[in-house]
């Protein structure tokens, strides 16, 4: 997992969507394509948000079937395109696929642990004419701890850093923070001075896929938080004209739903490894959902006139209490996947909001994740990783 | 003029990761970035385009841009845009 698929993606998207919202009476567009090139990871983050059974995906598409479907998004107007994962520096033809989107016109954006990445590569990827670089650290307690102790990982890391510098890319680097490192953010930000960060975004876990599964192991404290924001806020102050940091508050301690994609199938739209399209990374796990594959229709016919993408467009879906609601032009009754997994209905309010007559179960979740913290250390839950073994294992492959 | 962050000899850049083009399926300029995409007006656009292509000063942008223009005093428009571009940090000096 690198980060893409379990950072907070409606600010990404909020960028394009509300840059679109001045101009008004747009036309849908699948402005962001999120390629998904790969499962392979050679990370195991318990926060990942790929599905669980990702080990079942065999298949991924090959090089001329991404750039097919490169050119299908561009043409319908696709400017930024996502390059993740998974891994995405371990498929073998990175470069090609950079150099046609690059081509096509797209803003390439690669989205990796760094893991597998030296600066050989990095020239590479600049002549093929990659715009930009994010680096998501995994930063597990016990990785952080690694890098900050000084390890090898470390000194790859600055290294890595130093030849991003070097072929003028803006240093991109983005953490994914949960219970057991959302402690260290000072440690976290020293270490971004260090490497001489441009932009970094701190964003808390959101739970889906493996994240969900291991979320009393993750969930932050009240304390933590609190605490975690104000050192932000501090570096923030510091680092003015220096580096831009971004704290994405988590939605589990909020009132009110985030945005999810700036509204069902509006601006996004994911390529899985296997070709399957999604109006978002986490939709494959909705009841009823078609699935539908690059590999069977074109992007126009799955954007425009598939069910999966029309499942929860406008507001006509809604159920109260977002029908009536004054705020659903606002955040769209937030996010159908979370409404999903936490009620069994994905018509359901976001739980997170609190006018939900669910939104229990999100104090409930807080609850539990406050509790399993408490117990003695030999007594909780351990984190269950992201890897080919536990997805076989939990998905009874 | 001594708030202004541009003056007639600073050359203005893209800032780092920041590209100009043209978006026929928006039908406009574009400014893309990490993540994100600024759509232009006409103005904005013609200004941006002119920076994209050419390194040169504020004076002799704006002297391109009014003989484009028919010979339009354009300056103060161009400084203004300058300084909102700067403070969206679209532009580098």
Redesign the interface.
């Known amino acids: 997992m690198t980060g893409s698929e379990n950072k907070a993606p409606e ?2 998207q909020g ?2 969507g509300s ?2 919202g ?2 008004g009476d747009q036309i849908r ?1 699948p ?1 962001w394509l999120l390629a998904e090139l790969t499962y392979s990871c050679p990370l195991q983050c318990p926060y990942c948000s790929n599905p669980m059974d990702f080990a079942n995906v065999k298949k991924e598409l090959s090089t001329e079937e991404w750039i097919d479907v490169f050119k299908q998004a561009r ?3 696709a ?2 395109l ?1 390059l993740s994962g998974g891994e995405p520096l371990t498929r073998p033809d990175l470069v090609e696929l950079i150099t046609a989107a690059r081509d096509l ?1 797209f ?1 390439t ?1 690669l989205i990796t642990s760094g893991v597998g990445m030296d600066a050989e590569k990095v020239a590479e990827f600049k002549a093929a004419g990659l ?2 670089i ?1 680096v998501s650290f995994q930063a597990s307690s016990e990785d952080l701890n690694n890098l900050i102790a000084g390890t090898d990982a470390f000194q790859h890391k600055i290294e890595m850093a130093k030849a991003v510098k070097a072929n ?3 240093m ?1 680097l983005c953490f994914v923070t949960h219970r057991q490192n959302i402690d260290q953010v000072d440690e976290i930000l020293d270490l971004c001075i260090e490497l001489e960060a ?2 970094v975004e701190l964003a808390t876990t959101q739970y889906y896929g493996w994240a969900m599964h291991n979320r009393d192991q993750l969930m932050p404290m009240k304390e933590q938080l609190v605490q975690a924001e104000a050192t932000a806020h501090r570096y923030q102050e510091e680092q003015k004209g220096k580096m831009k940091i971004y704290y994405v508050v988590p939605d589990y301690y909020e009132e009110r739903p985030k945005a999810c994609m700036n509204g069902w199938a509006n601006v996004f739209l994911t390529v899985t490894p296997d070709g399957t399209a999604l109006p978002c990374h986490a939709a494959r796990e909705l009841p009823g959902m078609q699935l539908p594959n690059v590999k069977d229709m074109s992007i126009d016919e799955i954007w425009n006139g598939s069910d999966d993408f029309n499942k929860y467009r406008g507001f006509d879906w809604m159920t109260e209490p977002c029908r009536s609601c004054d705020e659903k032009e606002k955040d769209f009754g937030g996010c159908r996947c979370q409404a999903f997994m936490l009620t069994g209905d994905a018509t359901n309010a976001d739980p997170v909001c609190s006018k939900s007559p669910n939104h229990h179960l999100i104090e409930e979740a807080v609850a539990a994740g406050i509790a399993e913290a408490a117990k003695p250390v030999i007594e909780q839950k351990a984190l269950v990783f992201r890897n080919p073994k536990n997805s076989k294992k939990i998905s009874g492959l | 003029m001594s708030e202004r962050e541009f003056n007639d000899d600073t050359v203005p850049m893209l800032a780092q990761g920041y590209r100009f083009q043209w978006e026929p399926a928006q039908n406009c300029n574009v400014l893309l970035y990490p993540e994100g995409m600024v759509k232009l007006n006409g103005g904005a656009g013609e200004i941006l385009k002119l920076i994209s292509e050419k390194q040169q000063t504020v004076a002799e942008h704006i002297a391109e841009l009014a003989a484009a223009f028919n010979g339009a005093d354009l300056a103060d428009d161009v400084y203004r845009f300058l300084d909102e571009a700067y403070s969206n940090d679209w532009l580098r000096k």
């Open positions: 600010r990404a960028s394009i840059a679109i001045k101009v567009q402005l043409a319908m107007g400017t930024q996502g016109g803003y954006n715009d930009h994010q003028d890319y803006p991109v441009d932009y």
